[in-house]
């Protein structure tokens, strides 16, 4: 294996932020290195590319950093629905471990610094062979753990991964404590730093929660719960951050509609679509909404339809009912995607700003 310097990036659980950590460090590193590549040895949000199947986040830090290697060198293995089980009947670890082998070398072929993302916390992909803690032992490399704010939480749990990785004899070289709600920033930082101190852990960064990295856009909503866009194309890349379920009054929803606010509300709820869609017309900005979810397959009449293709407020149908919707929509794994421009920017900014990466480079 070539001698460039790497990282491991794995996390608590699923969804503490490691594919933003990944994200900004690969965008600090290439700021500091002349060549930066970046794998994800097994990837389990997996979509089609030509008739391969890549992790999601593999494609997205190959459009936003245009990193030149191929697709399927970054994302070697890909898990859809049924690997598991075709791996348990038939499965062959050492045929997987050496296609990630053969990946990464390829991948980092040229390179100064690799960044390795995992797939949650250290025991992810223990079914068929491949954790977090073997592939890291497979390919050499040194783990940062991603984890969740709190004081106690976030040292039980990367205690209880550490474990795993210490068996596997993979050194951590320290943690990211991330989602800390702001009010409760000086506490944590201070708290945490200590108690990751006495278990001789170092503590690389503490990052406050910013909520629109926690927030989808409306084209993640239209993909995820498969619905149809009748209106707004040109505002489908707005985020939003709280939802509002259609079952109260117009009048009373009103105080509501305020601040990126997602409607979702049966189609045959006249009544709230013309107050949601009405506000804009008649000039009351304070009252809006950044766009509506119609359910049960309804569609407004049509004379509400007329009014509703004379804006520009993303509108989309679906199938389900309103409870399904929302809860689909309440069970949504937030990723960002190669077009969120914005929450790109905001990444990048907030690594720099609360990771010591020079602290992570002295490490490795």
């Not at 490399?141 to 795993?164: Q, S, W």
Request: charged share 25%; aromatic share 6%; with cysteine.
């Amino acid at each position: 294996m070539s001698n460039e310097k790497r990282i491991y990036v794995a996390a608590t659980r699923q969804n503490d932020g490691k594919t933003i950590t990944a994200l900004g460090l690969l965008d600090a590193f290439c700021d500091i290195f002349p060549n930066v590549g970046y794998i994800k040895p097994v990837g389990q949000q997996v979509k089609f590319i030509g008739n391969k199947k890549i992790d999601k986040d593999a494609t997205l830090m190959s459009e936003v950093f245009h990193i030149g290697s191929q697709l399927p060198d970054m994302s070697p293995i890909a898990v859809p629905s049924g690997f598991t089980r075709n791996y348990i009947l038939h499965g062959d670890v050492d045929n997987l471990k050496d296609k990630i082998l053969h990946a990464y070398t390829r991948a980092s072929k040229g390179r100064d610094f690799m960044v390795i993302e995992g797939t949650g916390h250290a025991g992810v992909g223990s079914v068929f062979n491949l954790s977090n803690a073997s592939v890291a032992k497979l390919l050499g490399a040194k783990v940062i753990i991603v984890t969740c704010a709190g004081i106690g939480r976030p040292i039980d749990e990367v205690m209880l991964n550490k474990a795993l990785f210490d068996s596997f004899g993979v050194k951590i070289i320290g943690v990211v404590v991330n989602k800390v709600m702001p009010k409760k920033y000086k506490e944590i930082n201070k708290f945490t730093r200590l108690g990751f101190k006495r278990k001789g852990i170092d503590v690389l960064g503490v990052i406050p929660f910013v909520p629109v990295l926690s927030s989808p856009t409306i084209r993640q909503l239209l993909e995820d719960i498969k619905g149809e866009l009748i209106s707004g194309e040109d505002k489908i890349d707005q985020s939003v951050s709280k939802m509002i379920v259609g079952a109260m009054p117009a009048h009373t929803a009103l105080d509501y509609f305020k601040g990126d606010v997602l409607l979702i509300t049966p189609g045959n709820r006249e009544d709230l679509i013309l107050a949601a869609i009405a506000c804009p017309f008649l000039g009351m900005n304070t009252y809006s909404v950044k766009g509506i979810i119609l359910t049960c397959g309804v569609w407004p009449n049509e004379a509400i339809m007329k009014l509703i293709r004379k804006t520009d407020i993303p509108i989309i149908l679906v199938n389900d009912d309103t409870f399904t919707t929302a809860q689909k929509i309440t069970n949504l794994i937030i990723k960002i995607k190669p077009e969120d421009s914005d929450k790109i920017s905001r990444v990048k900014q907030i690594i720099k700003e609360y990771v010591d990466i020079d602290l992570i480079l002295n490490k490795l």
